[in-house]
């Protein structure tokens, strides 16, 4: 408890609240894929690679630089999201 001018505070986890929901997908983000290959860089393989640990929302389909590959998608954690993608 905090008292914060005059008011009693008390802060909890939000996956500790009363009123949590475990949603699936609750994190919204950017991930870049380095080192893709050309021929993989069409909506099915990046969506197999993806989904795996979360949903494709829209990934940059004609980079300017073809070394990489930007993909923004939903995950629950950023620990879902491997340090290496194979597919």
Excluded at 14 to 35: P, V
Excluded at 63 to 76: D, E, T
Aim: proline share 2%; charged share 15%; aromatic share 10%.
């Amino acid at each position: 408890m905090h008292n914060i001018d005059g008011v009693l505070v008390r802060f909890i986890r939000h996956d500790k609240a009363r009123n949590y929901i475990n949603a699936s997908y609750s994190t919204i983000g950017w991930i870049l894929m380095l080192g893709s290959l050309l021929d993989y860089m069409h909506n099915v393989h990046v969506n197999v690679v993806v989904s795996s640990f979360s949903k494709l929302i829209r990934w940059h389909n004609s980079p300017i630089i073809k070394v990489y590959v930007l993909v923004k998608c939903m995950y629950n954690s950023t620990l879902d999201v491997p340090d290496q993608l194979c597919e």
